[in-house]
């Protein structure tokens, strides 16, 4: 249950802080990941990828969507302001908490892939088009596995909110109780965030695709909320899998840290270790193993949650 | 003072939402009319949420989101001038539609507006949900779910009956036919074949083959046999 909410007017404030400390976290990890680079380099490199992109002169394309190209990564961004605004912070601590949380977080990976359609069509460039075309119809498959698993996860708690499912998991977390839900929320947090198997918005057979235009700012608050997103999901994964406040001996705020970090570096691993699944391979893949395993996932909680 | 917050944010969302309606139909972009009419919906289920029909609110964001992102990529790849550079008309019968819009909206708020609604809070021992259920469905709620688990899978199976495996597949197209260019006549595709060259390069025609050096002898096989089919009809 959430007891406590952060107060309206440090909402904003504190949003801006997660969303920028998790990015930049996000950003170390993954360099991390990589192999053959330190920490003594990693902690540096967003930082300095960040000035660079301060002060570069943006490019522009003929005839670009202005409107549209200047407001997709704004969106971006705020779609993951948006789930946080429903995640746990710690122990009953939550900006809003909403009786339809899992809802939320839901619009909020919907408006990401708005945003990146938009970002897609408004620099008027023939690859940035074709990659998030081809990016809108594979999403279009496992955007169902993710309302699968993550209606699964309310079914215990009989509740929308996430603060009711991580209540619900005092006993159990939701990572036994349903171990498909992780692995396949997971992939997901790939699609939206365009990391790893499920590139493919902005896979290098597109040189960049929805990004090979972007430069200067419109490409910082992009990167900005791609790497926010991913700290997002794995916060997320946290909260409605593995427990998220509930551990012994240290206070749960510390507890989601924790969690949020190791669900961050398995992301980010398996994101750097798996390939890139061509489209076709993406497609079958997702409808043909991945739905099915989702609607098992579902079916094996309503059974469970049956009197 | 909530009261007046609401007030203030409910004018908002309606300003708000008109205001992208009426864009829909004066942008020539495709995109931006989908994505207008996305910004519109956002306004009402925002206002959704404010008559605290919370489920209601947020599902019609996600439902409606989904929708315009499906109607956006169509637009895309049907309309022929979907990026808007031309100018074009997004409404048959102008004037028409102008006047028929503005008399449903005028009727619909009249009837809204003008009759003395009942306001009575209804108890929530009642159980209001489950009476509308057996009120609107009775004893066929087992048929009705029934029948939309056919339906779902009918569709599932026409996606698998119609769909190819792509061009990394040796065989994606076997056994497809492409559809005809004559409606009238369902073997009007066979007629659009190249006829000058009759031994030659005769599959450069068709677009769906993979493989030509895999397959190479196969697919000489297929052109003649095409070809005296092709002979056949000519």
Known sequence: ?307 | MTGVWVGIAFWIFAVAALWFGWRVFVTDSMVRASYALLASFVNVGAIMVLLLAEYVGVALLFMMTVEMVVMALFMIMFMMNSAGLNPMQMVHQHRWSIAGGMAMAGGFGIALTLPSWPDRPIPTAVGTIRALGLELLGGSMLVFESVGATLLATMLAAVVLSSSRGRYTADAHEGSIPPPLDPDEPDSWAHAEPDEDDDGDAHAGHGGHADHGEHADDEEHADHGEDAEHGEHG
């Open chain 1, 1 to 307: 249950m959430i007891t406590t909410h952060v107060n309206p007017l440090l909402a904003g404030p504190v949003a801006v802080l997660v969303l920028a400390g998790g990015a930049y976290l996000t950003a170390v990890t993954a360099a991390i990941i990589r192999p053959g680079i330190g920490i003594g380099t990693a902690w540096r490199q967003p930082l300095q990828r960040v000035a660079v992109l301060l002060v570069q002169r943006p490019t522009t394309t003929e005839r670009p969507d202005g409107a549209l190209w200047w407001f997709a990564p704004a969106a971006y961004l705020g779609t993951a302001a948006l789930a946080l605004t429903v995640i746990p912070l710690g122990t009953g601590v939550a900006i809003a908490d909403v009786r339809t949380g899992i809802v939320v977080f839901g619009v909020a990976e919907v408006f990401a892939i708005v945003a990146l359609h938009l970002q897609a069509w408004g620099p008027n460039s023939i690859l940035p088009l074709m990659a998030g075309t081809r990016y809108l119809a594979v999403m279009l498959s496992y955007e169902l596995v993710s309302m699968f698993v993550l209606i699964a996860a309310a079914l215990p708690a009989e509740s929308l909110a996430i603060g009711d499912i991580v209540a619900s998991q005092a006993d159990l977390w939701n990572v036994i109780r349903q171990p498909l839900g992780l692995p396949l929320f997971a992939v997901v947090a790939w699609g939206i965030t365009t990391w790893g198997p499920l590139d493919l918005a902005r896979s290098p057979d597109t040189a960049g695709g929805i990004v090979a235009e972007a430069s200067g700012r419109n490409r910082l608050v992009w990167e900005w909320g791609r790497h926010a997103l991913m700290f997002v999901f794995a916060a997320m994964s946290a909260a409605v899998f593995l427990g998220g406040w509930h551990g012994p001996f240290l206070p749960g705020w510390v507890w989601l840290c924790l969690k949020t970090l190791c669900v961050l570096w398995a992301l980010l691993w398996g994101a750097d270790r798996l390939p890139r699944l061509s489209t076709e391979r993406a497609v079958v893949i997702t409808w043909t193993l991945l739905l099915p395993l989702g609607f098992v996932d579902l079916a094996a909680a309503g059974v469970e949650a049956l009197p």
